[in-house]
């Protein structure tokens, strides 16, 4: 079983296999705590401040990984690295963004960070097949509604949980994202639960793709 946990923005924490991943922390977010994790694994999708604040979460003994192309083995677990872009015409206008993915608990996670163009087929093949994925459906600095259907549907995981969107207390330069009911006002088979987090197992993954709505605030 693996537990996950929505700390707010783009950033969560898993828990499973001894080990506890967190990505993309965030540090002074308006309307959001920091989050406070003790992690064995952080890995940040690149470098700005809303997502790389591993000072937050990390120990003594943390493994960091930021803006990660390729594959290495951290603690026992193998990580892959997909570079892809910030922005959506793919110049590095806003800087490289990494798509992070593993499994833990025989489940396949795929985080997608700030990405913010939709997927060539290259990048699909190189993601390849996904049970859980957290996806930013915000727009502004990443991908939007629109395009995060078309993420989804070419991935086309189990599990999709959208991440980076507009919450109520979020303000400054946040208020221009998005909510997520823009994302999910078209969708089918959509669960909104009460709290920040979900326990995932392999054996009770959806057979369709299921959006699930966690709630951190």
């Excluded at 872009?85 to 499994?103: A, I, L, T």
């Excluded at 699909?124 to 995060?148: E, H, M, R, W, Y």
């Excluded at 006002?185 to 966690?214: C, F, M, R, Y």
Aim: include cysteine; proline fraction near 6%; charged fraction near 25%.
């Amino acid at each position: 079983m693996v537990e996950v946990i929505w700390h707010g923005h783009s950033c969560f924490e898993l828990r499973g296999n001894g080990l506890t991943i967190v990505h993309d922390p965030f540090g002074s977010v308006p309307g959001i705590p920091d989050p406070k994790a003790e992690a064995d694994i952080i890995l940040c999708s690149h470098s700005h401040w809303d997502h790389n604040n591993a000072d937050a979460v990390k120990k003594e003994d943390s493994e960091i990984l930021e803006e990660f192309a390729g594959t290495k083995n951290l603690k026992r677990l193998e990580i892959r690295g997909i570079g892809t872009f910030h922005d959506e015409k793919r110049k590095g206008s806003r800087g490289k963004n990494s798509v992070y993915v593993y499994q833990l608990e025989s489940v396949t996670f795929c985080h997608l960070g700030d990405l913010g163009h939709d997927l060539n087929d290259e990048e699909v093949s190189a993601i390849g097949q996904v049970d859980v994925l957290f996806i930013p459906v915000g727009g502004f600095f990443t991908i939007g509604p629109d395009v995060a259907t078309s993420v989804v549907v070419k991935l086309n995981p189990r599990i999709n949980i959208p991440m980076h969107y507009r919450a109520p207390m979020m303000g400054g330069m946040f208020s221009s994202l998005k909510p997520v009911d823009d994302f999910i006002k078209d969708k089918e088979n959509i669960q909104q639960l009460d709290g920040p987090s979900i326990q995932i197992t392999k054996d009770t993954l959806p057979e369709v793709t299921t959006h699930i709505l966690l709630k951190f605030w």
